[in-house]
Nanobody
Framework: QVQLAESGGGLVQAGGSLRLSCAAS????????IGWFRQAPGKEREFVGA??????YYADSVKGRFTIFRENTKSTVYLQMNSLKPEDTAVYYC??????????????????WGQGTQVTVSS
């Protein structure tokens, strides 16, 4: 059983940056694909990006602004968010891939969701 916990969210002005963390408890995950998703009120959960052991994948809406990297010795994956926009405001979640292809970015392919961390970008 794997447990994930997101942290690092907060309030930031448009154009600013935040770094989110996704930490696994009780398990190293160097060979596991980790996905990042976000959900704004009244909207569906949206794929942000994912990282395998050797590749990263990103939604078109965040390409060039967001970067995912991992520090396997700490069992932690990071989401570096730069040039933030108000439309990035959402609760951000990380999850483990359990099926499918990381590049597809389907929420149904992921599990072990954390509780999420709120990111608010002011205009």
């Amino acid at each position: 059983q794997v447990q994930l916990a997101e942290s690092g969210g907060g309030l930031v002005q448009a154009g600013g940056s935040l770094r989110l963390s996704c930490a696994a408890s009780g398990r190293a995950f160097s060979t596991y694909t980790i996905g990042w998703f976000r959900q704004a009120p009244g909207k569906e959960r949206e794929f942000v990006g994912a990282i395998t052991w050797n590749s990263g994948y990103y939604a078109d809406s965040v390409k060039g602004r967001f970067t995912i990297f991992r520090e396997n010795t700490k069992s932690t994956v990071y989401l570096q968010m730069n040039s933030l926009k108000p439309e990035d405001t959402a609760v951000y979640y990380c999850a483990l891939q359990k099926s499918g292809l990381a590049a597809q970015g389907l929420a149904s392919d992921f599990g072990s969701w954390g509780q999420g961390t709120q990111v608010t970008v002011s205009s």
